[in-house]
């Protein structure tokens, strides 16, 4: 009879059990604020206190979740200490814009992500995927984490901008991480909810790769306005053009396309290439799930050519990537601000609170999730994952703001899971052993050096 191994517990911050100091508490904001929650965090249906910044909510009940992002959601904005940090790189974006501007970016992006165009986007993916880890056949140690980035921009370059992006890959890897290890932290001051005008030392840090990316944006829009001078009929039907066919009075602005363009250039890619990078890891280290996974792979690999069709019939490897997402989401905090105050139940949630729906947090509820630490990609199998409360699984958020780009996103880490999988193993090394930190997204400090050997 066999025995089922020991779950593998990834890498993740011990919860507090004494509440740090005011001093403490800004520092380790700064530092990692996956490192400041409390057991208590882990196991209430929410938290209500008042910090250093004002009235704090860490709401973990799906119920109240849910409250806040769906059924109630105009009653709640983008956080105050939210868009303090991610307004400076993506300004009007879709991630930081509210009300009409929001409105106008989501309708502008909607055609591109319908069903129809995702899986136009397929085929492209498949291509990407299959030049990029030609790199691996010779086998050796890489840092995957890194190697993840630079897949990931290879097919955001290749469906949205038609490869018509400007810049070089390699450099754009290196700035992303700078510019997360500088605007993508919570500044001390914002914390503390002072002046504007008093400045950021991280903003500062930041403003050459800041810079760097504008340029990026700039170029390739000069690039696409050539070619539609040239040859409108030739111009690719992608994301750039129809944001670019969007402009106008009733529509977004040059500054609102720019803006938009660096969020998908940036955010957009970075969240699925931490999530591949964390599936391979968790799966290297699971060595049981990963020979799962291999084989279902490689059945299906045998027998169905079209990728469009591999999400659904891949459920042991959607397993593994959604159990990845569960541990380590990619945005790991959702911040709202109640606009005005309002009851849940026996909650008062007063005007300008900091409400808190972390799915770091939620993720690893003990009252949510039966071992909540360890990694078991079998809670998403067929017949479990049907179980699961849509609001205590939010690696996509949810309500009027959920990620535009999810089916984009599934669809991209599977077809890149399947082609690198059923050429090549990962393994750990004695090097591996990264740290789940906070930026804009949940990244693993000190990368994912592994081993690759061709199978």
């Not at 001093?23 to 910090?51: K, Q």
């Amino acid at each position: 009879m066999d025995v089922q191994p020991a779950p593998f517990i990834p890498p993740a911050p011990k919860p507090r059990t004494t509440p740090p100091s005011t001093l403490e508490m800004i520092r380790i904001v700064y530092r990692n604020p996956l490192e400041l929650w409390g057991e208590h965090t882990y196991n209430e249906p929410w938290i209500s206190a008042n910090g250093v910044g004002g009235h704090l909510i860490v709401a973990n009940d799906p119920a109240l979740i849910r409250h806040v992002l769906v059924d109630n959601a105009r009653n709640y904005k983008m956080a105050t200490v939210r868009q303090k940090i991610l307004r400076p790189i993506l300004r009007d974006g879709l991630l930081t814009a509210e009300g009409e501007v929001w409105k106008r970016s989501r309708k502008a992006m909607a055609p591109v992500f319908t069903p129809r165009h995702i899986f136009g986007f397929a085929q492209p993916m498949l291509r990407r995927t299959q030049d990029f880890v030609t790199r691996y056949e010779d086998g050796g140690t890489s840092d995957i984490a890194h190697d993840m980035t630079l897949l990931t921009y290879d097919i955001l370059a290749e469906t949205l901008f038609s490869g018509e992006i400007s810049g070089e890959p390699g450099s754009f890897a290196n700035e992303i991480d700078r510019l997360f290890e500088t605007m993508g932290r919570v500044d001390p001051l914002d914390l503390l909810r002072a002046p504007d005008w008093l400045p950021r030392l991280t903003r500062i840090r930041g403003r050459k790769t800041m810079a760097y990316f504008r340029k990026i944006v700039t170029d390739t829009v000069k690039m696409r306005e050539a070619k539609f001078k040239r040859d409108p009929d030739a111009v690719p039907q992608d994301f750039l053009t129809l944001l670019l066919k969007a402009e106008g009075p009733d529509g977004l602005t040059r500054a609102e396309v720019e803006d938009n363009i660096i969020t998908f250039i940036g955010a957009g890619h970075e969240t699925t290439a931490r999530a591949l990078g964390w599936t391979l890891y968790c799966l290297a280290e699971s060595p049981w799930e990963r020979n799962r996974v291999e084989q279902e792979i490689d059945q299906v690999l045998a027998r169905e050519p079209d990728p469009t069709k591999w999400l659904d019939a891949m459920p042991f490897t959607r397993a593994a990537f959604d159990e990845a997402l569960r541990l380590y989401p990619p945005a790991p905090s959702i911040n709202r601000e109640p606009i005005e105050p309002e009851m849940w139940k026996d909650l008062h949630i007063p005007k300008h609170a900091a409400v808190l729906v972390m799915p770091w947090v939620v993720h690893r509820h003990r009252k949510l999730w039966d071992r909540p630490d360890a990694f078991l990609p079998e809670r998403f199998h067929p017949g479990n994952r049907e179980k699961i409360d849509r609001f205590q699984y939010l690696p996509f958020g949810a309500g009027p703001r959920v990620c535009i780009g999810a089916s984009f996103a599934m669809q991209e880490a599977i077809i890149a899971l399947a082609i690198m999988l059923s050429r090549f193993r990962f393994d750990t090394t004695a090097e591996t052993k990264p740290w789940p930190v906070q930026k804009l997204t949940t990244q693993p400090q000190g990368g994912l050096p592994m081993q690759v050997t061709p199978r």
